[in-house]
């Protein structure tokens, strides 16, 4: 029988190992297995895995090592700069490379910067430099603008959710943070999904890779169970309260599109005594601590959020996620479901489906790889069921091409 492998056989340093240890990390997951020898070897790395397989932990700890063994400079150039989509990515990192460097002979200093606070804490904070910046973009272009951190010596450049601030809604800032980087420089990239829309882009950053597509371990697949329930849109939040009520859950996450569909939402359920809180960008960031804390501490039963909270949100006894508005992409899917079925806890992940939204579900389904039946409530059965013609409309291949098309008006004599 092969023995385990353990993170000292990956050639982390003792304090490290068992640093790693008193946070709960006892045995490398695969993506830890894969990149921490590749990142101490100082390579570029593109590592795609599940969400919840310890990514955070699979840079922070080789990075960590690293940087002990770089000479210091009397001033305190930022050396690692990690960039994530939201503030409470940024708040989590963070937390991780504070929890693992004090073992270290000279701890770094960490710096956490994200908007929706007052910048001036933040500049305070950065004086005398910091080592390790965790960031999301917007911030770190406004402290760069102030004067108050340079980007000019950073020697490890970390994207997580690395698909996310590949997408559009972040190529201009992107864009300038890269700028100011120096062109020497190890870059790794951690994503749970790596879309073929942003693969292109992401190999354009990184040298010779090694690239990780890390398998889940059977005993560590999150058992997260899917349902798609048939519903008319306009009879979505009356659908929820019910399940809510029927099924007793304490604790559920439901995605919407937009942050007025959060607080509509949240607003209905209220008016049914069902305690509701909207989560969207508008709230302020004091806003949102306080009603996760709440929320993970149990005080708070539903939480209506926009895709803010698809990444990056831990909450280890979240029973029940609920997709009110179907996600943009599968890669999103993947996303807002792995919220649920965390540290070994079963999971449900239910789908609202109407008939205007069968043709999407169905792409999501293709890109997931399976199907999910459909089912119907009693009480709340659709007036209108999707067609085929309706049901197949956004599939790739199933309506006629612009040429096909043409081909059929000249064999008309059009």
């Known amino acids: 029988m092969t023995a385990p492998l353990t993170f000292a056989a990956l050639g982390l340093a003792p304090a490290l190992t068992d640093a790693a240890a008193a946070r709960g990390y006892t045995d490398p997951t695969p993506v830890q297995a894969a990149a921490i020898p590749a990142v101490l070897r100082g390579r ?43 503030r409470e990515l940024a708040a989590q990192v963070a937390d991780v490379v504070r929890d693992l460097a004090p073992v270290l002979a000279q701890p770094p200093k960490v710096a956490c910067l994200f908007g929706g606070v007052s910048i001036n804490p933040q500049m305070m904070g950065l004086r005398g430099g910091a080592d390790v910046v965790v960031a999301t973009p917007g911030r770190l272009l406004d402290l760069v603008d102030h004067n108050a951190l340079s980007l000019a010596q950073v020697a490890a450049l970390v994207l997580d959710e690395a698909d996310r601030l590949l997408d559009a809604g972040f190529a201009d ?114 806003a949102r601590t306080r009603l996760l804390a709440d929320f993970k501490a149990g005080h708070g ?29 599968a890669a999103d899917h993947v996303h807002r479901i792995g919220r649920t079925g965390r540290a070994g806890a079963e999971g449900l992940a239910i789908s609202f489906v109407s008939a205007g939204t069968e043709a ?34 956004g599939v790739k291949g199933k309506r006629k091409s612009k040429k096909d098309k043409l081909r059929e008006a000249a064999s008309r004599g059009e």
């Open 44 to 86: 570029d790395v593109r590592a795609a895995a599940r969400t919840g397989s310890g990514k955070t932990a699979a840079f922070v700890l080789p990075l960590l090592q690293r940087l002990a063994a770089t000479p210091r400079t009397t001033t305190r150039h930022a050396t690692v700069l990690v960039l994530v989509p939201t």
């Open 173 to 286: 800032e992107l864009g300038r943070v890269l700028a100011l980087l120096p062109p020497e420089r190890q870059n790794l990239l951690f994503s749970a999904t790596f879309p073929p829309a942003v693969l292109a882009l992401a190999d354009s950053l990184l040298h010779d890779p090694v690239h990780i597509d890390a398998p889940d371990e059977p005993e560590a697949v999150p058992a997260i169970q899917q349902r798609a329930i048939e519903v008319d849109a306009a009879r979505r939040t009356q659908l929820l309260a019910h399940l809510v009520r029927d099924g007793g859950w304490n604790r559920v996450l439901v995605f919407v599109a937009t942050q007025y569909a959060s607080e509509h939402v949240a607003e209905k359920l209220r008016r049914q005594d069902i305690r509701a809180a909207a989560f969207n960008g508008d709230l302020s960031q004091g």
């Open 301 to 329: 039963q539903v939480v209506v959020a926009t895709d803010i909270a698809s990444r990056g949100l831990h909450i280890d006894d979240l029973p029940v996620v609920v997709n009110f508005d179907l996600p943009r992409s």
């Open 360 to 393: 999407h579900f169905r792409l999501i389904e293709k890109r997931q790889g399976f199907r999910v039946p459909r089912e119907q409530v009693a009480g709340f059965e659709p007036t209108e069921v999707a067609t085929e013609a309706q049901a197949t409309g």
